[in-house]
């Protein structure tokens, strides 16, 4: 326990050296202080020159932030940046479109759902690439924003190569025999028909031969695949043709030789089998099979006359 003496010694040597470190502090930082005052003392507020609207600028800024904010959180924010940029000049507002032959302007603006608010800035070309590519003619899509407010749209179409029945269904089909769109009965007219199960696989390479073969493939409508192993050729007199599954080229070359020795397409014929090499086997109309038959029957009725005279 101080007494009263030393606690007022304790306390003036405190004293001392508290007004030794405050005169520290003050050489130490008594340069900065005088420097402040004196920029202090030459900057009044009447130099102070404050932009017109700022506050209302501020108080917009203030709003903008906490509407991006839960507009974030709200997961919208990709609406909001197809507005705002809309707004402020990437409005789409011109689609070019071109390559297109079976394809409308009408479905292609359907798949890109384009609106007033879409933003060219924001217009994700991927997920428009992807929705295009699912129209049934499109094969091919290239696009390409031109800003300020326009879209290019390149299309590349699939050819339709024939007409494909299966059942009941009629349907478009492309060289590789993969489905297009079902047919219409206006678009692809005149195209080959070919029938049957496996008809739509192998048939361009068929056509293919057949070509050197301008009697029949001049003449040609329609492909029938039989058992998904050989091929039936009908042709637009109503001629059916009956190939074998294999040496189909030798074939033909002999229906060749008969037709322009005996004429086989200008007769009432309905069929020539060809599957056998050895032979060939014709088939008449039925209406024919009627004319030969009566002819037959009279002509056995003249026969057993003269027998009995």
Do not use: C
């Amino acid at each position: 326990m101080l007494s009263l003496g030393k606690r007022n010694s304790a306390q003036a040597s405190i004293a001392h050296r508290g007004d030794g470190e405050h005169s520290f502090i003050n050489r130490m930082f008594r340069p900065v202080l005088r420097r402040t005052r004196k920029y202090s003392a030459g900057f009044t507020l009447d130099e102070i020159i404050v932009p017109k609207h700022l506050g209302s600028a501020l108080t917009l800024a203030f709003f903008a932030g906490v509407l991006s904010y839960g507009t974030f959180i709200g997961g919208h924010s990709n609406v909001a940046m197809r507005t705002v940029t809309s707004a402020v000049g990437f409005a789409v507002e011109e689609i070019q479109i071109s390559g297109n032959a079976e394809t409308s302007d009408i479905d292609v603006l359907q798949e890109l759902g384009l609106n007033e608010t879409s933003s060219l800035l924001t217009l994700d070309l991927a997920a428009a690439h992807a929705k295009l590519m699912s129209l049934p003619w499109v094969n091919h899509v290239e696009l390409r924003k031109i800003y300020p407010a326009s879209l290019q749209v390149k299309l590349g179409e699939r050819q339709a190569f024939a007409i494909w029945q299966h059942g009941s269904q009629l349907s478009l089909i492309d060289n590789d025999g993969d489905v297009i769109t079902p047919f219409d009965g206006v678009t692809g007219q005149g195209l080959p028909l070919l029938v049957g199960v496996g008809a739509e696989q192998g048939a361009s390479e068929f056509l293919n031969k057949l070509a050197s073969w301008p009697s029949v493939s001049t003449q040609l409508k329609a492909l029938i695949r039989v058992a998904e192993r050989r091929w039936d050729v009908r042709l637009d007199n109503g001629v059916t043709l009956n190939l074998p599954e294999k040496d189909v080229d030798v074939a033909l070359a002999q229906f060749e030789e008969l037709n322009q020795e005996q004429d086989l397409l200008r007769r009432d014929i309905a069929e020539v089998d060809l599957r056998l090499l050895d032979r060939v086997t014709v088939r008449l109309t039925p209406e024919a099979q009627e004319r030969r038959k009566s002819a037959l029957l009279e002509r056995a009725k003249m026969l057993k006359k003269e027998k009995r005279s």
